[in-house]
Nanobody
Framework: QVQLVESGGGLVQPGGSLRLSCAASGSIFRINAMGWYRQAPGKQRELVATITSGGSTNYEDSVKGRFTISRDNAKNTVYLQMNSLKPEDTAVYYC??????????????WGQGTQVTVSS
């Protein structure tokens, strides 16, 4: 199995910053894409940002220019730097990773989620 553990959520004022981290562990042979999703109360889970093993990134339109996704392949860790936070960014943020396990079986894993609340 592959486990994802997120950290870094919390309460921040509008205009503030937070950095989320997500570390993958377990029987990992290779991680392909990693990403962040979020789910606000009463809404569906939505993509925030993704990054490939080669460093190509993709962002949801509302976070472009404010959020930056990055990863450390040696540590199997993905980060989300969130700047200029707005109340509408409030949500539970989930880490996602897909790749290949030892034994060459594909996997897709999700973290447990971390709460981000933007409020004055």
């Amino acid at each position: 199995q592959v486990q994802l553990v997120e950290s870094g959520g919390g309460l921040v004022q509008p205009g503030g910053s937070l950095r989320l981290s997500c570390a993958a562990s377990g029987s990992i042979f290779r991680i392909n894409a990693m990403g962040w999703y979020r789910q606000a109360p009463g809404k569906q889970r939505e993509l925030v940002a993704t990054i490939t093993s080669g460093g190509s990134t993709n962002y949801e339109d509302s976070v472009k220019g404010r959020f930056t996704i990055s990863r450390d392949n040696a540590k199997n860790t993905v980060y989300l730097q969130m700047n200029s936070l707005k109340p509408e960014d409030t949500a539970v943020y989930y880490c996602n990773a897909d790749g290949v396990r030892i034994g060459l079986k594909p996997f897709t894993s999700w973290g447990q989620g971390t709460q981000v609340t933007v409020s004055s």
